[in-house]
């Protein structure tokens, strides 16, 4: 499961958004154009997550090699 938190208050006050997952990323960005650039990585985030691709039945192997490297290390710590 994966959830995104979009905060966009009144003029004048920064907007924010934080995107977590189960697989355990939990990233936070402030400002517009952060916020923004979040937002479409955490739907980037959502096709490649060993955890939402096996859950949402999407091939692992459609992820990237970075990814599955790192995939790898987490399970070998």
Request: charged content about 30%; some cysteine.
């Amino acid at each position: 499961m994966a959830w995104l938190h979009i905060s966009a208050p009144d003029r004048g006050v920064t907007p924010s958004a934080r995107s977590w997952c189960q697989c355990g990323r939990d990233l936070f960005a402030a400002g517009q154009t952060r916020a923004l650039a979040l937002i479409a990585d955490h739907e980037q985030h959502r096709t490649v997550c060993p955890l939402l691709a096996s859950s949402e039945g999407k091939a692992a192997d459609e992820r990237p090699d970075h990814i599955r490297r790192t995939d790898r290390r987490r399970r070998a710590a």
